[in-house]
């Protein structure tokens, strides 16, 4: 696969990626936001509880969506590395046989 090819297939999937956690937060915050107006309204405690414990449960999701965003990035990094390395190992055996070649 090629630099470009990953770069764009990777940019497409973080795009998604990056999409769903937004999405998330705004509903955490608007979830959020409902708990503190309603806790001015001597709110019952069971309800308010429920609430809490679906926004911690969302916290969750975020937290798992935005550890698998950067385990992406960390693979992408290191094939690009990989492919760097690759090619630079690729110029330094066309300069050895160069070299070689010269000699003769």
Known sequence: MSKDTIQ???AATMTTDIEAL??????????LAKTKSNEEEDMD????LK??????GMAGEVETKVDGILAKLDGIIQEMDGQEQAEIESGA???VDSDAQTKS
């Open 93 to 95: 055996d066309a300069k």
């Open 45 to 48: 405690v069971a309800e308010l």
């Open 51 to 56: 609430q809490l414990e679906s926004a911690e």
């Open 22 to 31: 937004t999405n998330d937060l705004a509903r955490l915050d608007a979830l």
């Open 8 to 10: 764009s297939v990777s």
